[in-house]
């Protein structure tokens, strides 16, 4: 297949900028297509994932819209028009306040204490209207505050680096907190009789994610240690997912500005959407998160129409049932697509509230049951198989390690 990786304009004849432009508009319209739907069901969806005609179970998805608040919304337009400032942002309201009944007395003093009464009813019916309305209005930020992309200490592109094979050996296929693929119940499905998909003769693989999504947050950690074991990145950053999803701020990395190399592998990553809601509102439901995302994440970057064309081929109904079109998204040489979380347990939420160096810290501990590093280097382990299916000729030395080949066993 033809290097279509990278991200030059298409060559289509149109104008450059105007191009752009729509493209970026309608990557960001087909991003958060989905948060109506998902807001009109009660909030974000908490499904353990994809689940595949004749499933049963199955694990946790991110969506590629932002995670929905509290209340209902009216459709796609509406967010267009939020966006473009010719319509209302999604909104919730709260109720009104009783008018207190008119008071009278034949006594003086009986009229003093009575109008005490009345005012004290008045202050707790306002308190009561205020405080204990089921859908309290939105705010601009509410004290929330998102981690923005910042470039990655060299501490924790060593520790990508540097995981050794005996952690990888020692984490094994996860501890259980991995569900790859798995006849019906992973979030990686095998594909068959598809070209292979290349990029300057090396087999490709292709990331869709969000930078708000904690799915995307967790998956990232052991997609990057096993990337590395084929050639190495510059460019990356340190981020965290949204401060209003489930998991909040987990610690991720970002692949928005990172740059790939490997003479074994082609890596093409798109992060659509950023972390920080233009507006939140109180969690009506079980925090955490205490507030939830009421408003539109920013774009990061829109796919490639190549890109675009690779997700919306495998990331389908086809493939997925009704729940196509979630994130984290990986084409890996078109012989595996993940959709959704990777984790049967574990991440995103274990690793809520831990630093960088605190998660690169538990890779150093991966045979401690049911433990951060254990998920994210069993993952890793996963990876690695997959990727050396795809390499035909010579293979790095990582392909020949006893975990990867049990991981390739279950592929």
């Not at 297509?33 to 807001?39: D, F, N």
């Not at 004290?120 to 509410?142: E, H, N, R, Y």
């Not at 809601?277 to 925090?287: D, E, I, K, L, Y």
């Not at 675009?308 to 595996?336: C, E, H, L, V």
Request: charge should be positive; proline fraction near 8%; hydrophobic fraction near 30%.
């Amino acid at each position: 297949m033809a290097n279509s990786g990278d991200r030059r304009r298409p060559d289509d004849g149109s104008d450059g900028d105007e191009g752009e432009e729509r493209q970026i508009s309608s990557a960001e319209q087909r991003a958060r297509e989905r948060l109506e739907r998902q807001r009109a069901s009660g909030g974000r969806q908490t499904g353990r994932g994809p689940a595949r005609s004749g499933r049963q179970g199955g694990q946790r998805q991110g969506t590629r819209t932002a995670p929905g608040g509290a209340g209902g919304g009216s459709g796609r337009a509406r967010q267009q028009q939020a966006r473009s400032g010719k319509g209302p942002a999604p909104r919730t309201q709260g109720r009104g306040r009783a008018r207190p009944s008119r008071f009278s007395s034949t006594s003086r003093t009986a009229g003093i204490f009575g109008g005490t009464l009345v005012v004290l009813a008045v202050v707790i019916i306002v308190l009561v209207s205020t405080l204990g309305s089921s859908k309290p209005k939105a705010s601009k930020g509410a004290g929330i505050s998102p981690y923005p992309p910042r470039p990655a200490p060299a501490s924790v592109v060593s520790g990508l680096e540097n995981v050794t094979s005996s952690q990888l050996e020692a984490a094994g296929l996860g501890g259980g907190q991995v569900l790859f693929v798995n006849g019906k119940t992973g979030s990686v499905q095998p594909i068959s009789g598809q070209k292979p998909l290349t990029q300057d003769g090396k087999p490709l693989i292709v990331y869709v994610g969000a930078e708000y999504c904690p799915y995307c947050a967790a998956t990232r950690w052991g997609l990057a240690v096993a990337l590395d074991k084929f050639g190495s990145f510059s460019g990356l950053q340190v981020t965290a997912s949204s401060p209003v999803d489930i998991a909040p701020n987990t610690r991720t990395l970002t692949f928005a500005k990172a740059k790939y190399t490997s003479k074994y592998l082609a890596f093409s990553a798109t992060e659509e959407l950023g972390n920080s809601c233009s507006a939140v509102t109180p969690n009506t439901g079980t925090p955490p998160p205490q507030y939830v995302c009421a408003g539109n994440y920013p774009v990061v970057e829109a796919p490639t129409k190549f890109v675009q064309g690779i997700y919306n081929t495998y990331d389908s109904a086809k493939y997925w049932g009704g729940s196509a079109g979630s994130i984290p998204f990986i084409d890996m040489g078109n012989r595996y697509i993940q959709v959704g979380s990777p984790y049967a347990s574990g991440p995103p939420e274990s690793l809520a509230g831990l630093s960088w160096g605190q998660i690169l810290g538990t890779l150093s501990a991966p045979s401690e049951p049911n433990s951060p590093g254990q998920a994210i280097l069993g993952l890793a382990n996963h990876y690695i198989a997959a990727f050396c299916s795809l390499i035909s000729g010579s293979k790095p030395a990582i392909c020949s390690l006893a975990s990867v080949k049990s991981a390739a066993g279950t592929l």
